[in-house]
């Protein structure tokens, strides 16, 4: 509750549920007020000026009773907020003569917190003909004296609730109690707490000493989340879980209910409610003890931040009795919390999670009880900084097999490493100690393992030009088809060469241009990989549509940033032997996925049918290709009826070589293709050890590009004259890719009509395999090897093979 309006809303809603049934109502501090006692409370014990903020919170619940009462704040509750205020101001004020806050002055100071929002919200609703009456729960909830987490006794609590409900609530229970939730008080009659968050745990208590129908914890959340929405955008409320899930989630991180909230419910059956103060209408989550899973296996994912792992290591340990209780006794020796604990059947090493606040104090007092073994050297003890707890938690685990077998797949598939794992007995929740860092892609991932009907993938497109461009039109267009196929291709990134676009939740594709341009994110290799680390997705897949050197070289950092590889750019595989073999490497270190079918023939399938022959045991002795889309269309058409230059110009204004043709007809694209391939067939080439022959003129090499086609011209002769002669031999012009016993050679040839490779039109490629299975008769494979069109679908044909990969 944060403002009046808030207040009013909440004041409607208990006196709607008065009308059907008898209720009695917990309050807790308004929003932030908490927080704000602590920090007044710390000012004052540190001897620094505290009357400010004390003003600012006198001044806060001033206001919202002013706006609440509209008029005049009736005499009572303007005494009653003068006299806490008073009370309030003299307590800080010995806190900073003493300079000293004791748990106990703490627990003193933040209980005002309560005090001062039942007092108002209870006058409000009486003004508006209520049966409101205040009830302080110190008069009823008794505990030790273990300030800011006190324990409850319930026997005495359970007689004082019945006596002081019964007294002030008599007969037909015609009015509604408001009573302070948070804090309780000691036999010694000293003001103490029940742990942050601990009101919803001061309504069961009364809800079970009252016998009561429901426990409803109303809340600024819809219900109990299958994970935190701030770490899983896509998170969902849960319509009903059993007693011992919530149990199981709250103690790991889940922050809707107090750990012990359900405790009190359990004993007496009482089922408990969450629902949204801002969503009334909402239909929360029940808590019971109904243990159906409603199809989830698990229910719901949790965390516990700032974990240190404690490892101790001994051979002393191995097969002597009482090892484990002293290590547990020295902990507890020293009032340390053990969140998870873990020993492997070796009897060599415990594991031991413990919280960030606690980890000077258990190692003190492993070195207070293991004195003796540290002086001779047969136990170590050693810590793992920033770590996190995860817990995945579902009654629906309990026998079901590959269950944890599917957890630490999807785990490793998203390059999450597990540190220590604990599961109980019950079978109902398994633990998990991780990097603190990777808890949010661990989550992720998990969350998509577990919850997604179908499989997420979420892609980097690099490069929205026209492969990149077409790819995401079919993604777009195809989007339904996908889902059919159970997958969810989520475009989360775009680049082209100045801006990059990126959204944790998706970007629409009807207007990725324009959000595009909009885009306040520069453009830079190092740039995407800092966003790849930042998010950190499950099944990331960078999609490579660019024909850039520079990104080609990044591979392996996107690769350790936690993302797979589609590659259009060819260039990546042709990259020096080192740096292939050291991506390869990485690969596997990394557990990513690196596919590139259209690296060479566009859609055509010439590298997965490579593949297939080398895995079914065939020996492939030769090969000889036409690889080339423009170079193809050049040798097709050229019949000497218009000369060689002025082709070569049409080809260009067609838009079917590069700007500069001589990228084209030097034959380093297709010497780059054929250098692939010879790699795929584990032949361990450079690229200077491929021969090319060239159809740039030597003195057409130098001149500026607008100069080439009219230098160009001048040789137009000497092409004329050598398709004469191939002529009259009945012989055509192929530009040939040649690989043969390891040795590799490109360059134009003569072709017999005999020749399959003769058999070629427009910008067909083809591939020509002879081997072992196939010697007698070669395997060809033919078709379009170029062109935006097909080199997109080919691409997206990848990311879809890639799919079926991934968890």
Same mark, same amino acid.
């Given at each position: 509750?944060?403002?009046?309006?808030?207040?009013?809303?909440v004041?409607?809603?208990?006196?709607?549920?008065a009308?059907?049934?008898?209720?009695?109502?917990?309050?807790?501090?308004?929003?932030?007020?908490t927080?704000?006692?602590?920090?007044?409370?710390?000012?004052?014990?540190? #001897? !620094?000026?505290?009357?400010?903020?004390? =003003?600012? $919170?006198?001044?806060?619940?001033?206001?919202? /009773?002013? %706006? &609440?009462?509209?008029?005049t704040?009736?005499?009572?509750?303007?005494?009653?907020?003068?006299?806490?205020?008073k009370?309030?101001?003299?307590?800080?004020?010995g806190?900073?003569?003493?300079?000293?806050?004791?748990?106990?002055?703490?627990?003193?100071v933040?209980s005002?917190?309560?005090?001062?929002?039942?007092?108002?919200?209870?006058?409000?609703?009486?003004?508006?003909?209520?049966?409101?009456?205040f009830?302080?729960?110190?008069?009823m909830?008794?505990?030790?004296?273990?300030?800011?987490?006190?324990?409850?006794?319930?026997?005495?609590?359970?007689?004082?609730?019945?006596?002081?409900? #019964? !007294?002030?609530?008599?007969?037909?229970? =015609?009015? $509604?109690?408001?009573?302070?939730?948070?804090? /309780?008080? %000691? &036999?010694?009659?000293?003001?103490?707490?029940?742990?942050?968050s601990?009101?919803?745990?001061?309504?069961?208590?009364?809800?079970a000493?009252?016998?009561a129908?429901?426990?409803e914890?109303?809340?600024?959340?819809?219900?109990?989340?299958?994970?935190d929405?701030?770490?899983?955008?896509?998170?969902?409320v849960?319509?009903?879980?059993?007693?011992?899930?919530?149990m199981?989630l709250?103690?790991?991180?889940?922050?809707v209910i107090?750990?012990?909230?359900?405790?009190?419910?359990?004993?007496?059956k009482?089922p408990?409610?969450?629902?949204?103060?801002?969503?009334?209408?909402?239909?929360?989550?029940l808590i019971?003890k109904?243990?159906t899973?409603?199809?989830?296996?698990?229910?719901g994912?949790? /965390?516990?931040?700032?974990?240190v792992?404690v490892?101790?290591?001994?051979?002393?340990?191995?097969?002597?009795?009482?090892?484990?209780?002293?290590?547990?006794?020295?902990?507890?020796?020293?009032?340390?919390?053990?969140?998870?604990?873990?020993?492997g059947?070796?009897?060599y090493?415990i594991?031991?999670?413990?919280?960030?606040?606690?980890?000077?104090?258990?190692?003190?007092?492993?070195h207070?009880?293991?004195?003796?073994?540290?002086?001779?050297g047969?136990?170590?003890f050693?810590?793992?900084?920033?770590q996190a707890?995860?817990?995945?938690?579902?009654?629906?685990?309990?026998?079901?097999?590959?269950?944890?077998?599917k957890?630490?797949?999807?785990?490793?598939a998203d390059?999450?490493?597990?540190?220590?794992? /604990?599961q109980?007995?019950?079978?109902r929740?398994?633990?998990?100690?991780?990097?603190?860092?990777?808890?949010?892609?661990a989550?992720?991932?998990?969350?998509?393992?577990?919850?997604?009907?179908e499989?997420?993938?979420h892609?980097?497109?690099l490069?929205?030009?026209?492969?990149?461009?077409?790819?995401?039109?079919?993604?777009?267009?195809?989007?339904?088809?996908?889902?059919?196929?159970?997958?969810?291709?989520?475009?989360?990134?775009?680049?082209d060469?100045?801006?990059?676009l990126?959204?944790?939740?998706?970007?629409?594709?009807?207007?990725?241009?324009?959000?595009?341009?909009?885009?306040?994110?520069?453009?830079?290799?190092?740039?995407?990989?800092?966003?790849?680390e930042?998010?950190r997705?499950?099944?990331?897949?960078?999609?490579?549509?660019?024909?850039?050197?520079?990104?080609?070289?990044?591979?392996?950092?996107?690769v350790s940033?936690?993302?797979?590889i589609?590659?259009?750019?060819?260039?990546?595989?042709?990259?020096p032997?080192?740096?292939?073999?050291?991506?390869?490497?990485?690969?596997?270190?990394?557990q990513k996925?690196?596919?590139?079918?259209?690296?060479?023939?566009?859609?055509?399938?010439?590298?997965?049918?490579l593949?297939?022959?080398?895995?079914?045991?065939?020996?492939?002795t030769?090969?000889?290709?036409?690889?080339?889309?423009?170079?193809?269309?050049l040798?097709?058409?050229?019949?000497g009826?218009?000369?060689?230059?002025?082709l070569?110009?049409?080809?260009?204004?067609e838009?079917l070589?590069?700007?500069?043709?001589?990228?084209?007809?030097?034959?380093?694209?297709?010497?780059?293709?054929?250098?692939?391939?010879?790699?795929?067939?584990?032949?361990?080439?450079?690229m200077?050890?491929i021969?090319v022959?060239e159809l740039v003129?030597?003195?057409?090499?130098?001149?500026?590009?607008?100069k080439f086609?009219e230098?160009?011209?001048?040789?137009?002769?000497?092409?004329a004259?050598?398709?004469?002669?191939?002529?009259?031999?009945?012989?055509?012009?192929?530009?040939?890719a040649?690989?043969?016993?390891?040795?590799?050679?490109?360059?134009?040839?003569?072709?017999?009509?005999?020749c399959?490779?003769?058999?070629?039109?427009?910008t067909?490629?083809?591939l020509?395999?002879?081997?072992?299975?196939?010697?007698?008769?070669?395997?060809?494979?033919?078709?379009?090897?170029?062109?935006?069109?097909?080199?997109?679908?080919?691409?997206?044909?990848?990311?879809?093979?890639l799919?079926?990969?991934?968890v």
């Amino acid at each position: 509750m944060g403002n009046p309006d808030r207040i009013k809303t909440v004041v409607h809603l208990i006196a709607k549920a008065a009308t059907d049934s008898s209720v009695a109502v917990v309050i807790s501090a308004f929003q932030g007020v908490t927080d704000q006692l602590l920090r007044v409370a710390k000012l004052a014990s540190n #001897g !620094e000026e505290y009357q400010a903020l004390l =003003s600012e $919170i006198s001044a806060k619940h001033v206001s919202t /009773a002013e %706006a &609440l009462f509209a008029e005049t704040v009736p005499g009572t509750v303007s005494v009653t907020l003068h006299e806490r205020f008073k009370e309030l101001g003299d307590l800080l004020h010995g806190i900073a003569l003493l300079k000293e806050c004791s748990p106990r002055a703490q627990d003193a100071v933040i209980s005002f917190g309560e005090q001062l929002s039942c007092m108002i919200i209870a006058a409000y609703g009486k003004s508006l003909g209520h049966p409101f009456v205040f009830v302080d729960a110190r008069t009823m909830i008794v505990t030790d004296a273990t300030y800011g987490n006190a324990k409850v006794d319930f026997a005495r609590t359970d007689e004082a609730i019945v006596k002081v409900l #019964g !007294e002030t609530v008599p007969g037909a229970v =015609s009015q $509604i109690p408001i009573i302070t939730g948070f804090i /309780a008080q %000691a &036999l010694d009659g000293s003001t103490t707490t029940l742990g942050r968050s601990g009101s919803d745990y001061t309504a069961s208590i009364v809800g079970a000493a009252l016998d009561a129908e429901m426990i409803e914890i109303w809340t600024d959340v819809d219900g109990v989340m299958t994970a935190d929405p701030r770490v899983v955008p896509q998170a969902f409320v849960l319509p009903k879980i059993s007693y011992e899930e919530a149990m199981e989630l709250s103690h790991f991180g889940a922050k809707v209910i107090h750990p012990q909230t359900v405790q009190p419910a359990v004993e007496k059956k009482i089922p408990l409610l969450i629902k949204n103060t801002f969503d009334s209408g909402a239909p929360g989550t029940l808590i019971s003890k109904d243990t159906t899973d409603g199809g989830l296996v698990v229910k719901g994912i949790a /965390a516990i931040d700032d974990c240190v792992l404690v490892i101790v290591e001994g051979a002393f340990m191995i097969g002597t009795t009482g090892s484990a209780v002293r290590v547990v006794k020295a902990l507890a020796g020293k009032k340390v919390n053990v969140i998870l604990m873990t020993q492997g059947s070796s009897e060599y090493t415990i594991c031991l999670a413990v919280k960030k606040h606690d980890v000077d104090r258990a190692l003190e007092g492993l070195h207070d009880e293991f004195a003796g073994e540290l002086a001779g050297g047969q136990v170590a003890f050693s810590t793992r900084d920033s770590q996190a707890i995860l817990a995945v938690v579902g009654d629906g685990m309990k026998g079901k097999p590959g269950v944890a077998g599917k957890l630490f797949q999807t785990l490793g598939a998203d390059d999450v490493n597990v540190n220590a794992i /604990a599961q109980g007995g019950s079978e109902r929740s398994i633990s998990l100690v991780i990097d603190a860092g990777q808890k949010t892609q661990a989550m992720l991932a998990i969350h998509d393992g577990f919850y997604s009907k179908e499989k997420i993938v979420h892609l980097f497109v690099l490069g929205c030009g026209g492969v990149g461009g077409t790819l995401l039109e079919r993604i777009c267009e195809k989007r339904e088809e996908l889902l059919g196929q159970g997958v969810r291709l989520l475009v989360c990134g775009i680049s082209d060469s100045k801006r990059l676009l990126v959204d944790r939740k998706g970007i629409d594709l009807v207007q990725w241009r324009e959000l595009l341009k909009g885009s306040s994110l520069v453009s830079s290799y190092d740039g995407l990989a800092a966003e790849l680390e930042r998010y950190r997705f499950a099944n990331t897949v960078v999609v490579d549509c660019t024909a850039s050197e520079e990104v080609a070289k990044r591979y392996a950092d996107l690769v350790s940033a936690g993302a797979h590889i589609v590659s259009a750019n060819k260039k990546g595989n042709a990259v020096p032997m080192a740096d292939y073999k050291a991506l390869r490497v990485a690969l596997a270190d990394h557990q990513k996925h690196f596919l590139y079918e259209t690296n060479v023939g566009g859609g055509l399938p010439l590298l997965s049918t490579l593949r297939r022959l080398l895995a079914s045991g065939d020996t492939i002795t030769s090969i000889e290709a036409v690889l080339s889309g423009t170079l193809s269309y050049l040798m097709n058409t050229y019949d000497g009826t218009v000369p060689w230059s002025e082709l070569v110009g049409r080809a260009q204004a067609e838009g079917l070589t590069e700007p500069d043709p001589r990228d084209d007809l030097s034959g380093t694209d297709v010497a780059r293709k054929l250098l692939i391939i010879a790699r795929e067939l584990g032949v361990a080439l450079e690229m200077n050890d491929i021969v090319v022959e060239e159809l740039v003129p030597p003195p057409c090499a130098g001149v500026p590009k607008e100069k080439f086609l009219e230098e160009l011209a001048k040789c137009d002769g000497d092409v004329a004259n050598r398709l004469k002669a191939a002529q009259v031999k009945k012989k055509l012009f192929r530009f040939v890719a040649r690989y043969e016993q390891a040795k590799c050679h490109v360059g134009l040839e003569e072709v017999g009509e005999e020749c399959a490779l003769a058999r070629l039109r427009g910008t067909d490629n083809m591939l020509i395999v002879t081997s072992a299975l196939y010697n007698k008769t070669p395997l060809v494979i033919q078709g379009p090897g170029a062109g935006r069109d097909v080199t997109a679908a080919g691409v997206l044909a990848d990311i879809m093979k890639l799919a079926g990969y991934l968890v």
